[in-house]
């Protein structure tokens, strides 16, 4: 962990108030982290808000790592939410892929930006994981790995096996407080190393103020590093250890990138090209992916549309499954690719550091590598360019689909409405049509029951009610015309009753008690009157034998306890009950 503020404005000696200290860690800080997302064409302009969204975070995390995080995130957040998420993500890859243990820092600390004292201890731990240098003997008896810092121990073996013994007049016994740090020659000498167009004699004198004035200004026009310590405190004593070996990581940071491979500037702009075309085809990736979320939820739309329609619904859920399945296998294909490419680009990274002394039958190797794998590039997006297509072709079809299957619900909907306004309109002709109907029917019926007092006559008889049914204009048409029927026949059988019975009593009357001279008046009534069948009718009960006594006839008189005689007939009493006389 950094030294902290209050240990570092206490040494004795120290002339650098607090802010100044933190001002300078910051822009060491920033510079450092510049210099690593370089590789990925972007920055940050300040330390405290530069990761804030958290998207510079998991660029310098994946730099820093040499890996891609793998992992989907918000690349343009605007809600706190999604911000620390994104921070997250790129602290849990440092932790779990870089190896950086004990953060002292949460994602909330770097989206509030609150705490520039969090944020430095931060990048102390990031500069110790990521850049802390071989481990040196310091020259002293020192063995490797020990020693009250193993950073700082690493930090003055490095200066010392850089320098080596081509500079006898620098003295680095006595560490970072050795003269040779104080008299800035150590600077310069490794801006000489650096850079073969610094001359170490030339640039060092006599004066440490002028040499330490003359290390930094070297120092930022060679190696890009900014000055964050004062020459004059330098060249005094007056900076502290940390200040120091912040300087002397740059310096260390600028020589690693040179052996990494900024001389060979070819095959470093080609590692760009190659970055930049992974980038694009990340870009290709997300959008394909949106297009797989919106035909997701386009099919998905279409189901949900489907399901009061016809039995098509499951043809085309499998159908949505099918395109599901190709795309779950393109983008496995996809994932397969771009892991080959990162072996590809981590194995180009691993031989960077070697091209220095590779000839030119190595470079062409490189080169044909290089072709085969745009070659593959395109034969991938090729490919994806079809599946897209395919898709597309598909999602033709599938709404074709759907429009066929809406017409037809459509269709089918008119037609149900056209088949219940025609049976409206037969229920409507049938109501009007029953009511008629029974309306005559009654009127036959009534016309009918008008007819018994006529067959009646000369009897003390009333007349039977014709009982009808209650009109029920919910009732099926053959259950009403049953019942009306069933009314009709009941009063055809009385009526047909009561003439046999005024038949039989007529005749009955005309053959014992017309004499005669009746006979002779009654002929004419006869022959006119009456019809021919009635007549056979009379002739046949005229001949028929008589009743016996006990079985008094239709007509009989009987003679009741007083003496005298009644009808008993049996329309006008009832059984055992004796009718009374006109």
Same mark, same amino acid.
């Given at each position: ?260 491979? *900024?001389?060979?500037?070819? &095959?470093?702009?080609? $590692? ?5 075309? !992974?980038?694009?085809? @990340? #870009? =290709? ?89 745009? *070659?593959?590039?395109?034969? &991938?997006?090729?490919? $994806? ?5 395919? !898709?597309?072709?598909? @999602? #033709? =079809? ?185």
């Amino acid at each position: 962990m950094s030294e902290t503020i209050e240990e570092h404005s206490q040494r004795p000696g120290n002339k650098v108030s607090i802010e100044k200290w933190e001002n300078a860690q910051k822009t060491a800080f920033t510079h450092w982290i510049n210099t690593m997302l370089a590789r990925k064409k972007t920055k940050i302009d300040d330390l405290q808000t530069g990761f804030q969204d958290g998207v510079k975070l998991i660029q310098l995390s994946e730099v820093l790592v040499g890996k891609p995080i793998g992992q989907r995130f918000v690349e343009k957040p605007k809600l706190k939410a999604h911000k620390i998420n994104n921070a997250y993500i790129g602290l849990k890859f440092l932790q779990d892929a870089g190896g950086v243990k004990n953060l002292t820092i949460s994602a909330e600390n770097l989206v509030a930006a609150e705490f520039l004292n969090l944020i430095l201890g931060f990048c102390w731990q990031l500069l110790k994981t990521f850049q802390e240098p071989p481990d040196f003997d310091d020259g002293e008896g020192n063995e490797k790995g020990k020693g009250a810092n193993t950073y700082e121990a690493r930090m003055l073996g490095w200066v010392k096996k850089t320098l080596g013994d081509k500079y006898p007049d620098i003295n680095l016994n006595d560490g970072f407080k050795s003269s040779g740090f104080q008299s800035g020659k150590a600077l310069i000498a490794l801006v000489a190393e650096f850079d073969s167009s610094v001359n170490y004699a030339e640039n060092s004198g006599a004066d440490a103020h002028t040499n330490c004035k003359t290390a930094l200004n070297l120092a930022n026009e060679k190696m890009g590093i900014p000055g964050i310590i004062d020459a004059d405190e330098l060249a005094d004593g007056y900076v502290g250890d940390k200040q120091l070996v912040l300087y002397l990581s740059l310096m260390y940071n600028a020589f690693t990138d040179k052996t990494k491979g *900024a001389s060979v500037e070819s &095959l470093a702009a080609k $590692l760009t090209e190659r970055e930049a075309h !992974l980038r694009v085809l @990340k #870009e =290709e990736n997300l959008k394909l992916k949106e297009n797989i979320e919106i035909l997701t939820n386009n099919l998905a739309l279409l189901q949900s549309q489907y399901d009061e329609t016809y039995s098509n619904h499951t043809n085309l859920s499998l159908a949505s499954k099918e395109t599901e399945e190709k795309l779950t296998a393109l983008k496995e294909e996809w994932d397969s690719c771009r892991e080959q490419w990162s072996e590809e680009i981590s194995k180009l990274k691993s031989q960077l550091a070697t091209m220095m002394e590779a000839d030119d039958s190595q470079c062409q190797n490189l080169q044909s590598e290089w072709d085969k794998a745009q *070659a593959e590039r395109d034969k &991938l997006r090729e490919e $994806l360019k079809k599946a897209k297509e395919q !898709l597309t072709k598909e @999602k #033709e =079809e599938l709404e074709a689909k759907n429009k066929r299957l809406v017409q037809n619900e459509r269709r089918a909907r008119q037609n149900k409405e056209e088949l219940v306004e025609i049976m409206s309109k037969q229920q409507e002709v049938f109501d009007m049509s029953m009511s008629e109907f029974r309306k005559h029917f009654l009127v036959h019926v009534a016309d009918m029951n008008t007819w018994r007092p006529y067959l009646e006559e000369d009897r003390n008889y009333a007349a039977k009610p014709v009982s009808l049914p209650e009109s029920k204009s919910d009732a099926a048409f053959n259950q009403q015309v049953t019942e009306l029927l069933a009314v009709c026949k009941t009063e055809n059988r009385t009526l047909k009753d009561l003439l046999t019975t005024y038949e039989i009593e007529t005749a009955e009357i005309v053959s014992v008690t017309i004499g005669v001279k009746q006979k002779r008046t009654k002929k004419y009534v006869w022959e006119q009157e009456f019809p021919d069948d009635l007549k056979d009718k009379i002739t046949a009960s005229s001949a028929a034998p008589k009743r016996p006594a006990a079985s008094p006839r239709l007509g009989s008189k009987d003679k009741d306890k007083d003496g005298k005689a009644e009808n008993i007939t049996p329309r006008n009493r009832k059984r055992g009950e004796p009718s009374k006389k006109k």
